[in-house]
């Protein structure tokens, strides 16, 4: 530790004062008002100068809290650090901090700017040996009085938590405390929201960000995030995810299973971020959603994180979904410019499975871990094989008939088409804010024509949205020729697979497709399907499989040697190929 020194002659001084929450309900010395009168007393008494803009105070802060989390005394170490005072003083140790390891890093900085410490009831300052080794033995009671007090709190909660009350403190999104029984009661509205969270999140597939959006659109009731200087209110993706992976809204909390700091989807996933079953405490509180809807949404967070783009540069037909028959590691996608054909989409995007170089030592001749290199055109049978299948009508038509009208529920409908509107007002009084804001001068130009393009493109959207929507509002007669409707959908579905555009084949394939795992040696794909298929795909070798009572079925579809692609180039790019030719 440093050497502690000051000057010999010490005459400014300044006092630091501090209560925190809790002491502020408790009468007797702790309080800022006695602390302030007893140290103004002694300044006087020792022929001290305190100067008023040199008396810090914080009111509600824990001694446990950092500097920079304390407004008051981290004034008091920046004119500290600036030679305004040569002393600083405190009423008792523990109003500096709680953790002796904070208090003596704390006061190592003060030597350095050259500025003594003392508290006016302990009969120390850091100008003595003696109060150097004191200053360290009562740093040492005021940690094991803090540590002491969290024990006793913590014995207190997990008694609490066995009878059933609530010991977190804030209550989660949805829901509020009753003060008598300590329980959790629903919130109607917030619990309405919280609904609508899990209803996109499961039935709509959105992502984090797009439920953030509609939330704000929406004008949803915000909660308020709590710091340790002031409180805020808004939705974030953080705050609308932690309610998507809390499962307290199925009616079973458990407390202390979590470890901290709370990991979102991995605590839920990983048991490696969770505490011992024994140490966990079930308490029972008004259910909100399902078991089912949660872990629908927990699947569904795995799932879009699995086919988030990140910072990609390109689309894939087939990421997300490849893994290797050899090893069972997932295939990463990888591009090599085309010498010639440009526009074919599919030329020069490969699969692979990255090893790192330490993974690679001693497997030189593993046969067994061999996944080799897969160039995306060699799997366009998959798509076929997809297609074939999504044209017959025997497996088609029960996926359109199951989404058409388990959309024209009419009420549903209804809802949503006045989401949609508020949200496009939203997205209006948007553009008149961001107007405002160009004409204060608070906005470039070219910031202001990029935000005002982001919301005309957006109202657009919703716009388009709720005519798509307004469709499914299904008239009795309609109704009735509930088979014609879908024969004629199903018609136009086999009309608009042939003219589907690359990024529409990747989410159909995303949307059908469960898992392709490939046998580049034996030339073929297992590809497992999300759905019963009814039909013979050609050049696969069909089995049905039946999983998780979910009915998929695998199919072995052949996949294109290299021979056979370089054909089919040639065969489409005959111009571009004229001086090669493979029989």
């Given amino acids: 530790m440093s050497e502690f020194s000051t000057q010999n002659k010490i005459q400014r001084v300044a006092i630091y004062l501090r209560v925190s929450t809790e002491e502020q309900a408790k009468e007797g010395h702790y309080g800022l008002q006695v602390q302030e009168e007893r140290l103004r007393q002694f300044c006087a008494s020792q022929g001290y100068s305190l100067k008023e803009e040199h008396v810090y105070r914080d009111e509600g802060y824990s001694g446990t809290l950092d500097e920079d989390d304390r407004p008051g005394l981290k ?22 901090f709680r953790n002796q390891r904070k208090l003596l890093n704390a006061l190592a900085r003060l030597v350095d700017y050259g500025v003594a410490f003392q508290s006016s009831t302990e009969s120390f300052d850091t100008d003595t040996p003696s109060g150097r080794l004191m200053l360290q033995i009562l740093g040492s009671f005021a940690e ?37 029984t300590r329980t959790l009661i629903i919130h109607d509205e917030e619990a309405d929201v919280v609904r609508k969270f899990y209803d996109w999140l499961v039935n709509e597939k959105c992502s984090l960000r797009e439920i953030t959006r509609r939330a704000i659109e929406n004008n949803f009731p915000t909660p308020v995030h709590k710091t340790t200087r002031h409180c805020r209110r808004g939705w974030y993706k953080r705050t609308i995810n932690r309610i998507l992976v809390n499962e307290v809204y199925t009616g ?17 996933l990983d048991e490696q971020h969770q505490r011992p079953t024994s140490e966990h405490i079930c308490i029972k509180v008004p259910e909100i959603i399902s078991k089912q809807t949660f872990e629908g949404a927990i699947y569904q967070l795995q799932e879009n994180r699995k086919y988030q783009k990140r910072n990609a540069k390109r689309t894939y037909l087939f990421s997300g979904l490849l893994y290797s028959g050899y090893s069972g590691r997932k295939l990463q996608s990888g591009y090599q410019k085309p010498r010639k054909d440009l526009k074919t989409q599919t030329l020069g995007k490969y699969y692979h499975v990255y090893t790192s170089p330490l993974d690679r030592i001693g497997r030189e001749n593993d046969q067994n871990d061999y996944c080799g290199q897969y160039a995306e055109s060699r799997l366009i049978p998959i798509w076929d094989a997809l297609v074939s299948i999504l044209v017959d009508p025997n497996n088609a038509i ?15 409908t209804k809802t949503k088409i006045e989401e949609l509107k508020r949200q496009i007002v939203t997205v209006k009084e948007q553009r008149t804010r ?75 394939l995303r949307l059908f497709i ?37 009915m998929r079925l695998v199919l072995h579809v052949k996949i294109l040697s290299e021979i056979q692609r370089r054909k089919q180039i040639f065969k489409h790019s005959l111009g571009l190929y004229r001086q090669k030719i493979l029989t």
């Fill in 434 to 508: 961001v107007a405002l804001a160009y004409a204060d001068m608070a906005l470039e130009r070219e910031e202001y024509q990029e935000l005002m393009q982001e919301k005309i493109a957006r109202e657009k959207d919703l716009t388009i949205e709720i005519q798509k929507i307004s469709q499914t509002l299904l008239h009795k007669n309609e109704r009735v020729n509930r088979n014609l409707i879908i024969n004629e959908l199903h018609t136009k579905l086999k009309t608009k697979l042939g003219e589907v555009d690359y990024e529409k084949q990747q989410k159909i």
């Fill in 514 to 550: 469960e898992r392709i795992t490939l046998y580049q040696k034996s030339g073929y794909a297992e590809v497992v399907f999300k759905f019963p298929i009814h039909t013979s795909v050609p050049n696969t070798a069909p089995e049905s499989v039946s999983q998780d009572n979910k």
């Fill in 144 to 180: 094991h009085e803090r540590e002491t007090i969290k024990g006793r709190m913590m014995s207190g909660k997990l008694r609490a938590a066995k009878e059933g009350k609530w010991v977190t403190g804030v209550p989660p999104y949805g829901y509020r405390v009753n003060k008598e």
């Fill in 252 to 268: 079973d909390f458990y407390f202390n299973k979590y470890k901290r700091p709370f990991k979102y989807l991995d605590a839920v």
């Fill in 398 to 412: 029960p996926r359109l008939e199951e989404y058409t009208f388990r959309n024209s529920n009419e009420e549903r």
């Fill in 75 to 96: 004034k008091a170490f920046e004119n500290a650090e600036s030679k305004q005072f040569d002393l600083l003083i405190v009423y008792r140790l523990d109003r500096m």
